[in-house]
């Protein structure tokens, strides 16, 4: 969200840089254009009565039509409705579409209508939330990684109401939805002013998305100490104190639990002007971006923070990089923008947009990607507008309405060209408009047209893709010098005359990029954009890329190619970045003789990933000589036996402590407690906890647990569908701290294609702690 977009300014921002308003930017003929179409059409294609169902249920009022299902009945119910709320916001900044703002104005007033009915400034659609909100006021708290009092995450999902109607007076003016913000923020204040800082800090270790940006927000739209005092109240200190210290210790977090809250630490930080937790925010984009980033600008594996010195879980596992996480990275770098403006954040910036944002929407039915896999040969599904309710459809809603934001920022009479989108901007304080015209990245230049008299610094950026000194820009036709300034901005001032016409010249050349722990996995990149292949390992396969409406329907879960089977660059050294070839007449589109050697015939096509959908694919690429590439493939067989050899027997597995599999499984527990040692992630409970397993053949065998050495002497029971399976006494005789058990499971056990797995302790003990769970056949 551009931070000066709405509220009253202090002289210190009016001293910094600030994005335009939305509204004053339209986008021209590009991808992003047909992206924001597309994203318009996915948006009207909802039913607001659907996504209002919640809100009206939980109010006490009669519903007008049944609430959506998939994420949106199983607990995280009215999460959707927030994205919604912003997404028509940013689409009606970005489009002016009268139909949108009509949408916009309903939304609000039924919110509204809830509001009232609940009396008390309340909005959500948490299922009982009105219980668990009172428990919660009264001190009763049992927090995990994403529950309270056993609600999935409910203040993550509030907070997409909190931001919705933010976005909805901030991007279209929303008087109504302002007063309800505000009303909303002053439940919370009522609602937490009882709890001590201990339980607040207790509470947070919940996921609660941005709660602490938007009451910073609050507090500067209204100027209010209180709110501020809540948004502090609000920062998770676990996660904030490593960071002011410059340390690393994200590895095994939840990855997108973290980045809304460092959006948070860092727009605190600005309105109070306290440094530490600015410098907090800029270590904690450093280290995400130089040590825990790949090639498209996404992170994390299976939602989590791999080891930064280990990415074979990138390559291994199909739970790529999430399109929520590089939509939080792109609000993070914004902020970091407006208080820095250099330009290696537009370089981050413009990486991700092309490579994650762009290609994470299909761009006949506008449906959405979740995980973005890196693994060789692998592919991704995408939502169905009725049936998919997940988080990364809710941002995706919001994230193709907002091309325009970051294009272009200003500071004075300095004009920023961040990126080179085409669009038209009206710079009303100046009086003049910019149009931006180009054919890029399929051409490697662009032209910016002024219309009006003004004189001002034009600043364009000096992408870190174009080589030293081969940045050409010329005004009217003759050349002028591209000095590049401290900020690698290239200035160019003078006073402009109606009509005048800069032209860049942003010559692109092919590079490799090697995976970021220096493995011998390299991407390929021309200019800004990732390339990418379309493969077809497995010819006349039937793959379904559409998601179905199952909790676990956003994971590409169809079968994996053995990775010895991936493609392989073969060369005698990795300077072979010329040997690519453009193929005449089809933009960014190359092929590399003789360098690719696969198993399946006919030449290698690389293009731009974001014009790859419906097939498999390879992003990274591994790299041998030739003569080791017998002896890697080999070698990657070995590996891989045993792992695919398990997956082909396992019917469903979980990952304890890590949240979306826990989730995806309906944990419940009492008295439970998780954690992560040396990077595993680990479960336990005084009580009980259990997770619903799904068998539908009825050909479970075999329940498989991980244990660790260190548990040793602990004892529980575990049980399938209230029937006692094993009595469990942990011991220390096995050879490794990490070690596996085998229960066998009877023939007949699955009610109903499901198995709920419990876990229950002794008098005096613990169940668990387990580090891993799998159904065998």
């Given at each position: 969200m551009a931070a000066a977009a709405g509220g009253p300014s202090t002289a210190a921002e009016d001293a910094r840089v600030a994005l335009f308003p939305l509204s004053t930017v339209r986008l021209g003929p590009s991808p992003f254009l047909a992206a924001q179409q597309t994203d318009l059409r996915y948006i009207l294609s909802l039913d607001a009565d659907r996504l209002l169902a919640p809100f009206l249920r939980e109010a006490g009022l009669p519903l007008k039509q049944p609430s959506y299902g998939n994420w949106e009945s199983t607990g995280l119910d009215g999460h959707m409705g927030g994205h919604y709320l912003s997404a028509l916001a940013l689409m009606y900044a970005a489009t002016g579409d009268n139909e949108v703002l009509k949408r916009l104005n309903y939304y609000v007033a039924e919110l509204k209508r809830c509001q009232q009915a609940n009396g008390n400034g309340y909005i959500g659609g948490i299922p009982g939330g009105v219980s668990a909100w009172q428990d919660i006021a009264q001190g009763k708290l049992q927090a995990d990684n994403f529950s309270v009092n056993g609600k999935w995450v409910p203040w993550y999902n509030l907070h997409k109401t909190y931001a919705g109607l933010r976005d909805a007076y901030f991007y279209a003016g929303s008087e109504d939805a302002r007063a309800m913000l505000i009303a909303l923020c002053d439940w919370t204040l009522e609602?937490?002013?009882?709890?001590?800082?201990?339980?607040?800090?207790?509470?947070?270790?919940?996921?609660?998305?941005?709660?602490?940006?938007?009451?910073?927000?609050?507090?500067?739209?209204?100027?209010?100490?209180?709110?501020?005092?809540?948004?502090?109240?609000?920062?998770?200190?676990?996660?904030?104190?490593?960071?002011?210290?410059?340390?690393?210790?994200?590895?095994?977090?939840?990855?997108?639990?973290?980045?809304?809250?460092?959006?948070?630490?860092?727009?605190?930080?600005?309105?109070?002007?306290?440094?530490?937790?600015?410098?907090?925010?800029?270590?904690?984009?450093?280290?995400v971006h130089d040590h825990r980033t790949v090639a498209i600008g996404g992170n994390s594996v299976k939602e989590h923070f791999h080891d930064s010195a280990d990415f074979s879980p990138m390559i291994e596992e199909v739970e790529g990089p999430e399109t929520c996480n590089t939509y939080n990275m792109l609000k993070l770098t914004e902020l970091l923008f407006?208080?820095?403006?250099?330009?290696?954040?537009?370089?981050?910036?413009?990486?991700?947009?092309?490579?994650?944002?762009?290609?994470?929407?299909?761009?006949?039915?506008?449906?959405?990607?979740?995980?973005?896999?890196?693994?060789?040969?692998?592919?991704?599904?995408?939502?169905?507008?009725?049936?998919?309710?997940?988080?990364?459809?809710?941002?995706?809603?919001?994230?193709?309405?907002?091309?325009?934001?970051?294009?272009?920022?200003?500071?004075?009479?300095?004009?920023?060209?961040?990126?080179?989108?085409?669009?038209?901007?009206?710079?009303?304080?100046?009086?003049?408009?910019?149009?931006?015209?180009?054919?890029?990245?399929?051409?490697?230049?662009?032209?910016?047209t002024i219309k009006g008299n003004k004189t001002f610094t034009l600043k364009i950026r000096y992408p870190e893709w174009v080589e030293q000194g081969a940045l050409r820009i010329a005004v009217n036709g003759k050349q002028v010098a591209a000095a590049i300034g401290a900020d690698r901005y290239v200035n160019v001032r003078r006073a402009w005359r109606d009509g005048d016409k800069v032209e860049i010249q942003l010559p692109m050349k092919t590079r490799l990029e090697q995976m970021p722990d220096k493995s011998s996995y390299y991407a390929v990149l021309h200019g800004p954009v990732v390339l990418a292949a379309k493969t077809n390992p497995f010819p006349g396969e039937q793959l379904n890329y559409l998601a179905d409406d199952s909790r676990m329907g956003h994971?590409?879960?169809?079968?994996?190619?053995?990775?010895?089977?991936?493609?392989?660059?073969?060369?005698?050294?990795?300077?072979?970045?010329?040997?690519?070839?453009?193929?005449?007449?089809?933009?960014?589109?190359?092929?590399?003789?003789?360098?690719?050697?696969?198993?399946?015939?006919?030449?290698?096509?690389?293009?731009?990933?974001?014009?790859?959908?419906?097939?498999?694919?390879?992003?990274?690429?591994?790299?041998?000589?030739?003569?080791?590439?017998?002896?890697?493939?080999?070698?990657?067989?070995?590996?891989?036996?045993?792992?695919?050899?398990?997956?082909?027997?396992?019917?469903?597995?979980?990952?304890?402590?890590?949240?979306?599999?826990?989730?995806?499984?309906?944990?419940?527990?009492?008295?439970?407690?998780?954690?992560?040692?040396?990077?595993?992630?680990?479960?336990?409970?005084?009580?009980?906890?259990?997770?619903?397993?799904?068998?539908?053949?009825?050909?479970?065998?075999i329940l498989r647990l991980t244990y660790s050495k260190l548990d040793a002497g602990r004892r529980f029971d575990i049980l399938i569908n209230d029937k006692l399976l094993a009595e469990v006494r942990l011991d220390a005789s096995a050879p490794q701290e990490l070690y596996t058990r085998d229960y066998p499971i009877p023939a007949g056990a699955a009610v109903a294609g499901k198995l709920v797995v419990k876990f229950v302790a002794r008098d005096g003990s613990v169940a668990g702690g387990l580090y891993g769970l799998r159904l065998l056949r």
């Open positions: 609602l937490t002013s009882h709890l001590s800082e201990e339980q607040m800090q207790s509470m947070l270790r919940s996921e609660h998305g941005g709660m602490n940006e938007v009451l910073a927000d609050v507090a500067h739209m209204t100027g209010q100490q209180k709110y501020m005092d809540l948004a502090i109240r609000f920062s998770h200190q676990a996660i904030l104190r490593p960071l002011e210290e410059n340390k690393d210790q994200l590895t095994g977090l939840h990855a997108n639990t973290q980045i809304p809250k460092v959006i948070g630490f860092k727009r605190i930080g600005d309105i109070t002007s306290r440094k530490d937790w600015q410098r907090a925010a800029e270590f904690f984009w450093q280290t407006l208080g820095d403006a250099k330009a290696s954040y537009a370089d981050y910036y413009e990486r991700a947009l092309y490579n994650h944002i762009l290609s994470s929407q299909h761009p006949d039915s506008g449906g959405f990607v979740y995980f973005t896999p890196m693994r060789p040969n692998h592919y991704r599904v995408y939502s169905q507008p009725q049936k998919a309710m997940w988080c990364c459809v809710g941002s995706g809603l919001e994230s193709h309405a907002k091309y325009g934001e970051f294009i272009y920022a200003h500071k004075g009479d300095q004009l920023y060209v961040n990126l080179f989108i085409p669009s038209t901007l009206d710079w009303r304080e100046q009086g003049v408009q910019i149009r931006q015209s180009n054919r890029f990245p399929d051409e490697d230049r662009s032209t910016i994971i590409a879960s169809g079968p994996v190619v053995p990775l010895e089977q991936a493609p392989v660059l073969v060369s005698d050294s990795t300077a072979f970045a010329n040997r690519f070839r453009p193929v005449p007449g089809r933009p960014l589109t190359f092929t590399a003789p003789g360098l690719v050697q696969a198993t399946q015939s006919g030449p290698t096509t690389f293009v731009p990933f974001f014009r790859v959908h419906d097939t498999r694919y390879m992003i990274y690429w591994p790299y041998s000589t030739p003569a080791d590439l017998n002896q890697r493939r080999e070698q990657a067989a070995r590996d891989e036996k045993e792992r695919l050899a398990l997956d082909a027997q396992t019917i469903d597995q979980v990952a304890p402590g890590e949240q979306q599999p826990e989730s995806d499984h309906f944990f419940k527990a009492e008295g439970a407690d998780a954690g992560i040692n040396k990077g595993k992630h680990w479960r336990h409970a005084t009580s009980w906890f259990s997770y619903d397993l799904t068998d539908k053949k009825g050909e479970a065998r």
